[in-house]
């Protein structure tokens, strides 16, 4: 009897559970229903103004960076800065706009904050190299030691060319070959780099070596003569010849001028062909390398 009276109890027991279960989905249902159509024009509420939040955004950021653009120009920003500058206010202006529409479609700031902040430590982490060529990028574009258009040498690889691009990770050279190289900042800007065509004028310094036999005196007034000569040198700065070294087996005398530096490359090899006409001509000898041999006799 008890052992019936004990199995009669657990059932009733389960069967009260599952027709509490049972009145609980019912209710549960029946109020998700009765409560989405609301929810529905809530929702669509948001997706409308979210959407026309993002158009109204989209439209006011492309009318700061265009005005931001027109400002620079008539200011005579470089151009690698407006490029800078108007991508930096882009982007920010998006993040700012995903932000007021996240806010609008129920999104907790602090949640989003703490989702972006562990996004920038992933990318961080995971763009280290990247992020040390940016930073480069910037101080290049704050700093200015070379603008589009220089021809600059970086020490540390010997890569050499004309700056054709900034860009905010790398900056693209164009060599004498017209090869493209691209170099990057954080090379650029944590390293010693020459800038070739930083000044309008350039000196420029020429060494031959004459015979020992050769007369030295005319040897010099010929290399001022052609330096006066030659239209690209500046005649009005110093100008003159000398001798530089007693070698082995030469004398190594040396002009000195300044030119344009557009007009550096042409010069020095005007001069050196004139230099070797004028000394054939002269019966001045420019020696090369040479072994005597003297053969004693016992």
């Known amino acids: 009897m008890i052992v019936s009276r004990t199995a009669e109890t657990i059932a009733e027991d389960v069967a009260g559970a599952v027709e509490q279960v049972k009145d609980n989905y019912t209710s549960q249902l029946g109020e998700f229903f009765e409560a989405f159509p609301s929810k529905a024009v809530v929702f669509g509420i948001k997706v409308l103004v979210a959407l026309l939040l993002f158009l109204i955004g989209q439209r006011l950021i492309r009318l700061v960076v265009r005005l931001a653009e027109r400002s620079m120009e008539r200011a005579g920003t470089e151009i690698t800065v407006r490029r800078f500058v108007k991508y930096l206010l882009r982007a920010l202006g998006y993040i700012f706009l995903v932000i ?5 479609a129920g999104v907790q700031p602090t949640a989003f904050a703490t989702v972006a902040s562990s996004v920038t430590v992933a990318l961080g982490l ?11 990028g ?4 704050v700093l200015k030691p070379f603008k589009v258009g220089d021809y600059i040498i970086e020490d540390t690889n010997k890569n050499e060319g004309t700056v054709r691009n900034i ?24 390293s010693s780099m020459t800038n070739v065509t930083a000044q309008e004028r ?24 052609l330096m006066e000569a030659e239209p690209g040198t500046m005649k009005e700065e110093e100008h003159f010849a000398y001798v530089s070294e007693l070698a082995d087996s030469a004398v190594i005398v040396g002009c000195r001028c ?17 230099i070797k006409e004028a000394y054939d001509r002269e019966g001045i000898e420019i020696p090369y390398g040479q072994l005597d041999v003297h053969i004693r006799e016992k």
């Open 202 to 225: 350039r000196r420029l310094d020429l060494k031959v070596g004459i015979s020992y036999k050769a007369d030295l005196k005319r040897a010099k007034e010929l290399l001022v003569e």
């Open 258 to 274: 300044w030119v344009r530096t557009e007009d550096y490359w042409k010069c020095r090899w005007d001069l050196t062909e004139a």
């Open 100 to 104: 007021v529409i996240l806010s609008v």
């Open 126 to 136: 995971a763009l280290q190299g990247s992020l040390a060529n940016f930073a480069g």
């Open 167 to 190: 860009g905010l990770v790398y900056t693209e050279l164009v060599t004498m070959d017209n090869r493209v190289i691209t170099v990057p900042n954080g090379n650029l800007a944590n």
């Open 138 to 141: 910037l101080l290049i574009l």
